[in-house]
Nanobody, 113 residues
Framework: QVQLVESGGGLVQAGGSLRLSCAGS????????MDWYRQAPGKQRELVAR???????SYADSVKGRFTISRDNVKSTVYLQMNNLKPEDTADYYC???????WGQGTQVTVSA
């Protein structure tokens, strides 16, 4: 079955960086669009970044210029490089393959002021 496993979260000071990873299995990774979402406490889950099978990317306005999504189809892994982190980036981060509506367990990111 489709599985997604996120990693790389942690506690970082404002202005710092983190790189999240999401390893996919159980599906043909290279032909699928992959998304990163986040959910902050008390808020709805929001789309942060998307990468298509051909490498096209799009971002939420709140992270443009700071976050970069990329993929390694050999490793079936999608990444989210997060730079210049802000306290408002604090959330649980999830990856998903929209075609399958499957979610990983998430990875927690906490940014201290």
């Amino acid at each position: 079955q489709v599985q997604l496993v996120e990693s790389g979260g942690g506690l970082v000071q404002a202005g710092g960086s983190l790189r999240l990873s999401c390893a996919g299995s159980g599906f043909i990774f290279r032909i699928n669009t992959m998304d990163w979402y986040r959910q902050a406490p008390g808020k709805q889950r929001e789309l942060v970044a998307r990468i298509t099978s051909s490498g096209g990317t799009s971002y939420a306005d709140s992270v443009k210029g700071r976050f970069t999504i990329s993929r390694d189809n050999v490793k079936s892994t999608v990444y989210l490089q997060m730079n210049n982190l802000k306290p408002e980036d604090t959330a649980d981060y999830y990856c998903t393959a929209p075609r399958y509506d499957t979610w990983g367990q998430g990875t927690q990111v906490t940014v201290s002021a």
